[in-house]
């Protein structure tokens, strides 16, 4: 299974279907993931954070996921023009808002509130994500084969910042996205339920208990604050933050990858 997808990866290719069993849960799940980041040839530079509808929840209660981003696939929105995703597979944007944390966590807490989350020094970016995996139906297979790819993410891309984010009315944190010239998506920070506090404390809750607890510099992609827009190659997405700035780029078909070393 983590040969399958990361070959597919490697190689730009789709997978015709899952490759092999579906995890049981969400524990095994990540223990997949654990497995492909320790064989993928970069550096895991933050997380996105994605939404579980509650009818598609396990036992663990878990209400979000985590799937990584890497180094390769991290771009500054001043000098990006394109992004890459899988022809064949799925592939989507998300408006995001980004957190950059600027202090680690505590190595010894696992259990985090919104509100201990929002305490933790960051910085708030303006940012997309770029959705996308080699099995077109990843999204459809439910939220353990969502982990099981990476957390279908297929790169980050970064804007400008929004000062003092914690001291501001999430509300107030608006955003849309477009795709070619259709408004495809209109929301902001409070789209999903709890907002940014909610799914940082989320993101630094779990990746304490996987240990791998959160370090200063890591991203964290809150998640989609318009929804989730399937897009094609050649197609153009816009995501506009109103008063704080926009993204706009181009989708290409992803393409064999150059081996590239851990740093």
Known sequence: MVDAFLDAR????????????IPDDLVAAYAVQDAAIAQWPDTLVGWKVGYIAPEKRDASGDERLLGPVFRNRLQRADAATEFHVFEGGFGAIEAEFVL??????????????????AALPSTLFIGMEVAS?????????????????????????VGGEIADWATL?????TAESWIDDARVGTGGATTLPGGLRAAFAFALSRSARRGRPLKAGEL???GNATGIHDILP???ARVVFPSHGELMLTARAAAPQPEESAA
Request: proline share 9%.
């Open 10 to 21: 490697r190689n730009g290719h789709s997978l015709p279907g899952f490759p092999g069993e």
């Open 100 to 117: 950059r944390l600027d202090a680690d966590a505590p190595v010894d807490k696992i259990d985090w509130t919104p509100d201990e989350a």
């Open 133 to 157: 995996s080699p099995l077109a139906t990843i999204n459809q297979l439910g939220p353990r084969v969502v982990v099981s790819d990476f957390g279908n993410n297929n790169g980050l891309i």
């Open 169 to 173: 009315d999430e509300a107030t944190l």
């Open 220 to 222: 964290i992609a809150t």
């Open 234 to 236: 050649g197609q153009r």
